[in-house]
């Protein structure tokens, strides 16, 4: 997801926020696919066809810009713990949206900024202040306003985005090391061929011994669509944050991520009926209000080291 470093020019920023909404549009429809599909099959099995159409679809990209196909032993080995983060992640949030409402699941799931947040200072040092320790902790008051009423309602099937937002922001940080050896399409082909690798014996073991959890199956026709779906929507949407990220610095662009909630929202609403209640929209609040200060206090302390310093 973190593109090559290129410097910004302001005649690409149009662009890079073009793909930022881009990505905001299609990404839900990863979740709409999936919830679809694992009323028919597996969760495992959408998590392992997403990482199947992804490689199909990356391969043909790969060969048209001429980028190579090799990859060395190190990076290799840094993008196999990538891919088993992305499953890891997938799956718990396929898990999640199979019975919970979409926005439910991704608002918790919005908490990985602030996991990221302590990853970064735990594993590269970065500075965090009182202020964005403070924000993240109101950020996961936020979440728990809203797993309440779906603990509730689902169990700890509610806990399942928070396992994705820990998935994903050990994701990132691999993607921020994987960035500076393998160049992004490179890197988003290698994990799905890797991730299908990671699975197969676990899935051959599974399927061996009849376990329903681990078997693959031959549905109908229109859960294959969806299957299909759910690969083509992650490829597509994964590129266009690659493109984004690539013409325009993350500051610019992280306050967007947000219309993905309100995606989430409109589509959960318009293909399954479900509305987030009165709490759990509090909680949505807390946790973009609380994301978004991060992001504004990052802002600040960039441009103070930024200014010059006055002897």
Not at 13 to 34: H, N, T
Not at 215 to 223: D, G, M, R, Y
Request: glycine residues 6%; contains cysteine; aromatic residues 10%.
């Amino acid at each position: 997801m973190t593109a090559a470093a290129q410097p910004p020019t302001l005649d690409r920023v149009p662009l890079a926020i073009g793909m930022m909404l881009a990505f905001c549009a299609i990404a839900p429809l990863i979740d709409v696919s999936a919830k679809f599909a694992s009323q028919a099959v597996s969760v495992t099995q959408v998590t392992f066809f997403r990482m199947v159409v992804q490689a199909v679809l990356m391969l043909p990209v790969l060969l048209v810009l001429r980028q190579s196909l090799r990859i060395g032993l190190r990076p290799a080995l840094w993008v196999a713990a990538r891919a088993l983060m992305l499953i890891g992640s997938t799956y718990a949030f396929v898990g999640a949206v199979k019975v919970m409402p979409l926005a439910d699941a991704l608002a918790i799931a919005f908490v990985e900024p602030f996991i990221l947040l302590a990853l970064g200072a735990l594993f590269f040092g970065d500075q965090v202040g009182p202020r964005r320790i403070g924000a993240a902790v109101v950020g996961f008051c936020g979440a728990l306003m809203v797993i309440q009423p779906n603990f509730a309602a689902f169990g700890a099937v509610a806990l399942y985005p928070l396992a994705t937002a820990v998935f994903f922001a050990f994701y990132m940080l691999l993607t921020r090391r994987v960035s500076r050896m393998v160049a992004p399409v490179a890197m988003q082909f290698h994990t799905a061929w890797i991730g299908v690798v990671w699975m197969l014996p676990v899935l051959a073991l599974g399927h061996g011994r009849g376990w329903e959890l681990l078997t693959l199956s031959n549905p109908e026709a229109i859960v294959w669509v969806q299957l299909i779906c759910v690969g083509l929507a992650a490829s597509v949407s994964h590129m266009a944050i690659t493109v984004a990220l690539r013409f325009a610095p993350s500051a610019t662009l992280a306050p967007l991520h947000y219309l993905e909630i309100i995606n989430a929202v409109l589509f959960g609403w318009f293909f399954f009926g479900d509305l987030p209640n009165l709490l759990s929209w509090a909680g949505i609040a807390v946790i973009v209000a609380s994301g978004l200060y991060i992001i504004a206090r990052e802002r600040a302390l960039a441009r103070a080291a930024r200014l010059p310093i006055h002897l």
